[in-house]
């Protein structure tokens, strides 16, 4: 028997996604169980990339099956690209699973949940699918108008088969299982384990001390930090207004790393602003996620409310990782919401509120013990409830609890 996970990115992509499935398939590895990864050869901001076919990688053998090449911003071409990964990934898994085996499919691309399922059925193998997100929600919020009606219906009726087939479901938070149960999934099979962040990689650092602060020109500034996918999930109009009634400021800048459908925009309109206050950076490696991320003071967080219940930002881990603020733009009633107010590690304001984000920023400026405290109160949480260890051993716990063993 052996574990079989699919998802359209793997090490050594740098997206959310394909790291937190290369940490778990690692420590899986590890730990003596076979693990197989059915994966795409490209990498998720750089479609032109041509990694190997067939890798073994820390005990993980990655099987990268081939797809069109068009990428994340070309619409129809990313269908096509969804469309081939389908294709060619249900022939390797048709090849690959076995009976017994245990087929964790991922959400990336959306409804790889159904030709997985389907495999897992003539095979005689046991689906568990691991939801990043809910579509065709997600895209039905965004505007998508193929999502909504009669078709987003028909779409999600398929989907929720694929659950229902399913021995397992992995929601990413509270509000996710919440709406699963409520459409009807049976609640024993749908378990909530949170995404992580590496906790021992990614420490608490002094900002003034980060080489990477006086690198950038920030030396003596306070930050504030965005990193990591800025896309349609997100909104940048409430960041805008305030880093626009800060630019007299001297002392204060904001700071984005990382790419996403909606840097272009931000940038376009920091240019026809003229603002001098912001600056951007590329996705930086991982193993300079701890000063990249230490450098800000405090980290924004965003989500439209739309959104709550069918993603949980993958961020907010890094950053609690990371030991600073949390300021969460979004619903003060969603989960992300309500994690920051328990952990007493931030604020939230409403989408749109800009005087309520300046004032945040503000405030957190001038009292360096609050936002100390916040900063600490952030790392504990993430130290007691969503480490990295906790996550990958509920995990293996719950693949042994469905037969898997490791290797004599």
């Known amino acids: 028997m052996k574990v079989v996970f699919v998802n359209r990115f793997f090490y050594p992509d740098h997206s959310?996604?394909?790291?937190?499935?290369?940490?778990?398939?690692?420590?899986?590895?590890?730990?003596?169980?076979?693990?197989?990864?059915?994966?795409?050869?490209?990498?998720?901001?750089?479609?032109?990339?041509v990694l190997p076919a067939l890798e073994s990688v820390r005990g993980v053998q990655a099987h990268r099956i081939w797809t069109s090449r068009f990428g994340r911003?070309?619409?129809?071409?990313r269908a096509l690209d969804y469309l081939t990964f389908y294709l060619s990934a249900t022939w390797a898994l048709l090849r690959l699973v076995r009976r017994r085996d245990l087929l964790v499919a991922k959400t990336d691309p959306p409804l790889i949940s159904v030709p997985a399922g389907w495999v897992a059925a003539l095979r005689g193998a046991r689906l568990i699918n691991w939801l990043q997100d809910l579509f065709p929600e997600v895209?039905?919020?965004?505007?998508?108008?193929?999502?909504?009606?009669v078709v987003g219906r028909l779409l999600a009726r398929i989907r929720n088969h694929s659950l229902h087939r399913a021995v397992m479901n992995v929601a990413i938070g509270e509000r996710m299982r919440m709406r699963l149960v409520t459409q009807g999934l049976d609640g024993g099979r749908v378990r909530v384990i949170h995404n992580w962040a590496d906790g021992g990689q990614i420490r608490p650092q002094d900002s003034e001390r980060q080489p990477l602060k006086a690198e950038w020109g920030l030396s003596g500034k306070f930050v504030v930090?965005?990193?990591?996918?800025?896309?349609?999930?997100h909104e940048y109009a409430t960041l805008l207004g305030a880093a626009l009634r800060l630019v007299g400021?001297?002392?204060?800048?904001?700071?984005f790393i990382g790419g996403g459908a909606l840097v272009q925009p931000l940038k376009a309109n920091i240019r026809a602003l003229g603002l001098s206050n912001v600056q951007f950076r590329p996705y930086q490696p991982r193993q300079r996620l701890a000063e990249s991320l230490g450098v800000a003071d405090v980290h924004l967080v965003v989500l439209r409310p739309a959104l709550e219940g069918l993603i949980v930002p993958s961020k907010?881990?890094?950053?609690?990782?990371?030991?600073?603020?949390?300021?969460?733009?979004?619903?003060?009633?969603?989960?992300?919401?309500?994690m920051v107010r328990d952990a007493e590690a931030g604020f939230t304001v409403e989408i749109g509120d800009a005087d309520g984000l300046i004032r945040r920023v503000q405030e957190l400026k001038k009292d360096a013990d609050l936002c100390r405290r916040m900063g600490e109160n952030a790392r504990r949480v993430l130290d007691e409830r969503f480490s990295k260890e906790r996550a990958l051993r509920a995990w293996?716990?719950?693949?042994?609890g469905l037969g898997l063993e490791a290797r004599g």
């Open 396 to 400: 293996e716990e719950m693949l042994r």
């Open 316 to 338: 907010l881990y890094g950053i609690m990782a990371a030991g600073r603020p949390i300021l969460n733009v979004g619903s003060p009633e969603g989960e992300v919401a309500e």
């Open 73 to 77: 911003h070309f619409l129809p071409g």
């Open 225 to 233: 930090g965005y990193s990591g996918n800025l896309g349609r999930a």
């Open 249 to 255: 400021d001297p002392e204060i800048s904001f700071l």
């Open 16 to 49: 959310a996604t394909s790291q937190i499935l290369s940490d778990l398939a690692f420590f899986l590895a590890e730990r003596g169980y076979p693990v197989h990864v059915v994966t795409s050869r490209q990498r998720y901001g750089d479609p032109g990339a």
């Open 139 to 149: 895209a039905a919020e965004l505007g998508v108008r193929l999502a909504r009606g």
